[in-house]
């Protein structure tokens, strides 16, 4: 097992290949695992790229998770893989909030027996926070943001994660002001849902929670702009 140190918005980014015969396996798939320590309430961005197989000209293909760092590891998050456009590589990502000051493992495994070439898994922090209800909050979306690969195939943009809790049945009105030319969106993430089921509008968000818990909202751009921009960000309890 490797380790990963995270300890900045730099990305730190290790090389590994599941092609060793003492690698091990899960449900026939061979995976390997890399420690990191990461603090609750930040942001991060994992990914698990793989470059094309230059002998068979296929690609080899990856999954991230994110696990509990016991001898009997639970999974926390899965990622999603994206990027399928790209006939040169495959691409696995998970962008997160880590739920508490800990060591976590991070696994890389193929999606098929066959899956067993060189990858580079790369970490790092991104900007974000917490919300309270009724307060202000300010962000920047740049260069020590995340550069996130849409799910619903739009261009890749800068994107931050905000955590805010919610009861059981309690609404949520998310609001996203900025000046900023590229335009902004919001999504929530969280209990009973999945990937990027709960869109709102660009710049607003309306959402009432089933189940209570920690909800995630990220904050990003419509279309990729390298510029760095301010926004402001609120939620409050809609009155109504």
Partial sequence: MGAIGVDSAVARTVAGTLAGGACPRANGVRYADFTVHLAGGRAYLVRAAGRRDTTSRRHH??????????????ELLAGTPFDARDPSRSLSQLFFIAPADSTYAIRVSGRA????????????????????LGRAMRGVLGPASCLEQMSFGADSGYADLWRIHLSPRQKVR????????????????????????????VGRLTFTARQGGDYTVLVGQTAYDSLPHAYGIRADEPRY
Avoid: N
């Avoid at 999954?63 to 590891?73: K, S, Y």
């Avoid at 067993?116 to 991104?126: K, T």
């Avoid at 996203?176 to 009973?192: E, F, I």
């Fill in 174 to 201: 998310v609001r996203v002001t900025t000046s900023a030319r590229v335009p902004l969106y919001v999504q929530m993430r969280g209990p009973g849902l999945s990937g990027d089921e709960r869109d709102g509008d």
């Fill in 61 to 74: 293909e990856y999954d991230v998770a994110l696990l509990t760092a016991e001898a009997r590891p639970r």
């Fill in 113 to 132: 027996a066959r899956d067993r070439g060189a990858f580079a898994l790369s970490v790092r922090r991104c900007g974000g926070g917490t919300l309270g």
